[in-house]
């Protein structure tokens, strides 16, 4: 039996998930230890991906209550409740160690929208678009499989999961359309706590890295390029260290013209996903206020500053709202905005939420707005709305405590198996 050390609240600079593996090394020869305890540490964190410092078992129990006594702890956020939809969709209510806290949401089988970006996610989900409707059976052939080599996700009937994660508690940016904007902005995540989130997920579902397809989106609570440092050492931890690839990560943004462009250049670059969301500033600025201080025409300059890998296309998110911007003259005018770029257009049906003023657009004009698009060239693809019900799908993160009586709140279960 470990003995369990009492988890303290650390301050920022005493978690330890999150460090770099150069920091950890720092941080164990300031304690008076050998290199590789720092290599030990890494690995804990990151591959074995422990939530307590009595997980560290190569560690001698002096050395671990050392680190506990001095305020050290291994610090991810935690799940502290969780809605599950009838879809399989999973709301997380994650709490940071000072309490504060954001949503992320689990989306086993994902929400299509990677599809056409040329992303191993996107090939994945185009290979399967023959089986739609087909993955009970998926599930059947799975239970007939021998299932000991294959990951959580398959033994459970799921071909892959996405996770969508926050990068900031509450947003400043004010999309009108999107209630985690009534929350105004508190604070930014450290990349320990948005990596953490993804960490925490894992850990729930006993994950295992190489067997199971994960998908990452920064699309949930925040502007991850108004907290953009943290956003990259977030995505170097994700990719390095815990070793999910930057190929199977999205993030989303806004429209920050100048971290567009710094983003252009980094070495490690998941897919970028502009929200568009609008054909014209005039509908822009009153959809996205944003679009004042960086309108349609900079931005879309600045996404074509990123060097597209071969098979690689920019997507633009686009939330279709009733009477708003989804007739036939704003199918036309995107078709102007993006003709000749390497695009792709991903539509997605507003989700509505208490409070915000827009209506769902008609069916009818959502199949012709998707149809324009395609019939001119540009390949547009509808988002599956994922976990509605439980307020977890696009616009809707708001730390929605009071959910529909069909939404189930779901036992917080032990960490499963962890290994990666
Ligand atoms: S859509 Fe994204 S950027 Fe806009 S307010 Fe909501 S969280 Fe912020």
């Not at 949401?105 to 994945?124: F, I, K, N």
């Not at 905005?337 to 991903?346: E, I, S, T």
């Not at 708001?398 to 529909?404: A, E, N, Q």
């Amino acid at each position: 039996m470990l003995k369990k050390i009492k988890d303290v609240t650390a301050e920022p600079q005493k978690r330890l998930f999150g460090l770099l593996p150069e920091e950890i090394k720092t941080l164990m020869g300031d304690l008076g230890q050998k290199s590789y305890r720092g290599v030990q540490l890494t690995q804990a964190l990151y591959n074995q991906r422990i939530i307590g410092l009595e997980e560290i078992t190569v560690f001698p129990a002096a050395l671990r209550e050392d680190l506990a006594n001095a305020g050290y702890t291994v610090g991810l956020p935690e799940i502290v409740q969780a809605a599950r939809s009838v879809d399989g969709t999973e709301r997380y209510l994650m709490r940071m160690s000072d309490g504060e806290t954001v949503e992320t949401v689990w989306m086993p089988d994902g929400d299509g929208g990677e599809r056409g970006d040329g992303s191993e996610a996107s090939l994945e989900e185009e290979a399967l678009d023959g089986l739609e409707g087909n993955i009970s059976e998926f599930g059947q052939a799975a239970g007939k499989r021998d299932l000991r080599n294959v990951g959580a996700l398959e033994q459970k009937g799921y071909r892959r999961a996405t996770i969508c994660i926050s990068s900031q508690v509450g947003c400043a940016v004010n999309c009108q359309f999107c209630l985690t904007a009534k929350l105004g902005i508190k604070r930014n995540l450290t990349a320990g706590e948005i990596a953490g989130q993804v960490v925490a997920v894992l850990n729930r579902h006993g994950i295992k890295i190489g067997k199971d397809r994960i998908n990452l989106v920064f699309m949930g609570m925040g502007e991850p390029f108004l907290n953009y440092d943290e956003f990259i050492r977030s995505v170097e931890l994700l990719v390095r260290h815990i070793g999910i690839p930057e190929s199977r990560m999205t993030v989303s943004t806004s429209g920050i013209e100048p971290a567009i462009r710094a983003f252009a250049q980094e070495p490690l670059r998941p897919k970028l996903a502009l929200s568009l969301n609008a054909s014209n500033d005039l509908v822009r600025e009153q959809v996205m206020p944003i679009t004042r201080k960086w309108n349609i025409a900079q931005l879309l300059d600045a996404v074509q500053t990123i060097p597209l890998g071969k098979r690689e296309w920019v997507t633009f998110e686009y939330v279709l709202l009733g009477g708003v911007n989804d007739q036939p003259e704003h199918a036309r005018e995107v078709l102007d905005l993006l003709k000749g770029m390497r695009a792709k257009v991903n539509l997605i049906v507003w989700n509505p939420g208490p409070g915000i003023a827009y209506t769902q657009p008609k069916p009818e004009d959502v199949a012709i707005f998707q149809k324009m698009l395609i019939d001119a060239g540009m390949p547009a693809y509808i988002r599956r709305p994922r976990g509605r019900d439980i307020y977890a799908a696009c616009g809707q993160l708001k730390r929605t405590v009071d959910l529909p009586e069909a939404a189930a709140l779901v036992e917080i279960a032990p960490a499963a198996s962890r290994r990666g």
